[in-house]
Structure formats: C-alpha cells, structure tokens
C-alpha cells in the first residue's frame, strides 16, 4: 500500500514551520544589539540540529539491531523505521553547516577551545587545561573525525535502504543475510562513534570536564527519542488505515521499548550524577553545579518527565497498547529530551545567560516542521509493506 501525505499533515508542517520563523525572527531582532547574539543563535542551531539528526541515527541504529539480531516481529514497520532513518542525510546536511559556521566564528563562544587565543601562551585568554588537551581538540582533527562520522552513518543508511528495496524486487534470503552481516559491523562502528560524536560535538563544550558515562548518556537519549517517533508515527498511520498487518502486539512492543529506553537514559543520568556528586570533587562537581545553580528547575523537572512520567504511565499492558496514552506521553518524552539537550549545550556555552524564548521555541518548531515533512515524504517512496522480507509472515502473525 502506497502512503500518500494528507492535506492536514501538510497544513501542519507549514504551521510548524511558519510560526517557527516568525518566532524565531521575533527573537533575532527583540535581541539586535546583545553581545551574545551569535552564540545564542549558534548554541540553537547546535542544539536542534543535534536533536533531531540523533532520532534519525537512533532509528538508523535500532534497524540494524533488528537486522543483526535477525528479529521477526518488526518486518511489519520497517519501513517505518526506514522512513526516520531517512532523516539522517538530512540532519547531517544541517549539522554540518552549524558546526561550520561554528569553526569559521573561532567557536562562536560555544567551543571555547576553538579560539585560538585559548592555546596562545602569550594571550591573556591563555588556558593550560584546554592547551593540554589540543592534540584532540583542535579544527583539523575535529573535522576528520566528524566527516568519519557522516560518511559511515550515510554509507550504511544508503546501503540498508537500497538493499531493502532490491529486497522487494527479487526476493529470497541473499540480501537478509548480507543485511545481518552488514549490520554486525556497522554496530561495531556506532559503538564507538555515537560515543566519540558525543564527546566532540556536545562534551567538548565544557571542555574543563569530561565523563566516562557521556557517550552512553548521549546514546540512551538518541534512542529514547527514536522509539518515541516510531510508536507515535506506527499509531498515527495505523489511525489513516496504513500498516494493515501492524496489530496490537506490534504497538505493545514498540511501547516497550519505549518505556525501556526510558529506564535506560534515567539510569545512565543518575548514575552520572551520584558518582560524581558523591565523589565530591571539584573539576567533576563544577559540571552539576552550573546546572543546579542556573537551570534548577528544567534540569530536575527534565528528569522527572523522562523517567517518573513514563514509569507511571506506561506500566501497565493496557498503556503499552493505548493509541491516546502512548501519543501523549510521546510528545511529553519527546519535549522532556529536547529540554535535555538544551541544557546540554545551553549550560556550557552560555551559563547563567541562556534562557528559553522565542529563538529557541522558534527554531525547534522549525526543526520539528522540517523533520515531520521530511519523513512523510520518505514514507510515499516505497511501498509500507515490505513485501519479500523473509520474516513478514512471523510478523503478521505476532503476538504477545
């Protein structure tokens, strides 16, 4: 069955996408004069372009779990994950050019280790700690390394998806299994970049710190995110009469990674900040003291929406498989890690001087907009059932 986009989902990106630029207007010009407009601007685009390519990525990596674990039940939303996993391109296009721009500013005050006069014995901004740290940190290897990122993650996107509709074509187990084994590798990969990424992209902007738990940290929340998006669009084809074998059982799984990944993002925060809070030591506590002392109330609040929230709400069976609750609480999870990344970058880069208003709301609409349209576009690019996958007759008939 061929996906066709509504006139409603149109009418609503070009809302998202409208009010997202004229807020995000209305904060450029209400801020015209402050000294720190760049950096904000800067630290949003960061902020969203990070977001919202990392829900392609955690899709992109939750299909090839799939493919490597060679699981039956997901073949009825593949393409659903494909259609998400489509986004990646698309965010490594718009990260690419807020990180370029970023480099060209010297850092834009949001890497302070961009500017050069920072490894400058003989500047008054001199910074021993970040000097020492410079055979990593620095322009050149930092591009090698984000490039590194973008053509594997892009290569094995494109493969995936070319293989799956060539699947369609011909047929039998010789693409499933050069899938499986593809797959075993490209996790070996993610393994290491999704944690690497996350240290130069979003740690090294509190260039004084660091922890061993980040990278991981980051990846909870990726795939968090992801499973949120894929629960949320599973339900709202299912409500326009697509995905005819996608059954209740499918919904519960995808609820229960759901409220998994919740578990897991929420046990990766605390412990982060027990370790370090208990340890008491200074270059670790100066990270959470920032955070306490400027974002109190998001940085705890966020934590209770991604983890008291669901863990109340999606315990049950009957949640799991409820189309409204599990929507609901979707949009909640997805706000609650949006507000996550945020301070992730807010709090390093801008400190006490980071607020939320209409820039930030702007561009994240904007952002939002841009991502729901480009994946219901992906979603009219192939047919929603893949009809020759080897599993579709175990997946048809799951159930839990």
Same mark, same amino acid.
């Given at each position: ?36 407009? %760049? ?33 039956? *039940? ?36 949001? +890497? ?36 590194? +990122? !973008? ?14 509709? #060539? ?20 996790? %070996?990969?993610?393994?290491? !970049? ?6 130069? *992209? ?6 004084? *710190? ?5 990278? *991981? ?70 990270? +959470? ?9 998001? +940085? ?12 109340? %709400? ?49 561009? &994240? ?16 690019? &192939?047919?929603?059932?893949? %009809? ?5 007759? #175990?997946?048809?008939?799951? #159930?839990?």
């Amino acid at each position: 069955m061929e996906f066709k986009v509504t006139n409603k989902s149109k009418t609503l990106t070009n809302i998202l996408l409208g009010v997202g630029v004229l807020f995000t207007a209305i904060g450029i010009f209400s801020h015209v004069g402050d000294h720190n407009l %760049v950096q904000r601007i800067m630290a949003n685009g960061l902020i969203n372009g990070f977001y919202f390519f990392a829900i392609g990525l955690g899709a992109l990596f939750f299909l090839a779990l799939q493919y490597a674990t060679e699981t039956g *039940w997901y073949a009825s939303i593949k393409r659903v994950i494909e259609a998400v996993a489509g986004f990646l391109p698309y965010g490594m296009g718009i990260l690419a050019v807020v990180l370029l721009i970023i480099t060209f500013l010297d850092g834009a005050h949001v +890497y302070l280790w961009m500017d050069p006069e920072t490894t400058n014995p003989a500047s008054h901004h001199y910074d021993e700690i970040i000097d020492g740290k410079s055979a990593y940190l620095n322009k050149l290897f930092f591009w090698i390394r984000t490039l590194a +990122y !973008f053509v594997v993650y892009f290569l094995y996107w494109r493969g995936f998806k070319n293989r799956s509709l #060539e699947e369609d074509r011909v047929g039998g187990t010789e693409i499933h299994f050069l899938n499986y084994r593809k797959s075993a590798v490209f996790l %070996v990969f993610f393994a290491v !970049f999704s944690s690497s990424s996350a240290w130069d *992209w979003l740690m090294s902007i509190d260039v004084h *710190w660091f922890s061993t738990l980040y990278g *991981w940290y980051c990846f909870a929340g990726m795939w968090c995110s992801a499973m949120t998006v894929l629960v949320m669009l599973t339900i709202y084809l299912k409500k326009l009469g697509y995905l005819p074998n996608v059954n209740d059982s499918h919904i519960h799984d995808l609820g229960k990674w759901t409220f998994a990944t919740s578990f897991l993002w929420s046990y990766l925060w605390f412990s982060q900040f027990m370790l370090i809070w208990y340890a008491n030591l200074g270059e670790e506590v100066v990270y +959470y003291m920032t955070r306490i002392e400027h974002y109190k109330f998001l +940085y705890f609040g966020m934590f209770f929406i991604n983890f008291a929230f669901p863990m109340v %709400v999606l315990m049950s069976r009957e949640a799991k498989r409820h189309a409204g609750i599990l929507t609901f609480v979707g949009c909640i999870i997805l706000i609650g890690h949006w507000l996550d990344v945020y301070i992730l970058v807010s709090a390093g880069s801008m400190g006490a001087t980071a607020s939320i208003g209409f820039l930030e709301i702007g561009l &994240a609409l904007v952002g939002a907009g841009f991502f729901i349209r480009t994946i219901l576009k992906n979603l009219t690019k &192939a047919p929603l059932t893949p %009809v020759n996958h080897p599993f579709l007759d #175990e997946s048809i008939h799951h #159930e839990i």
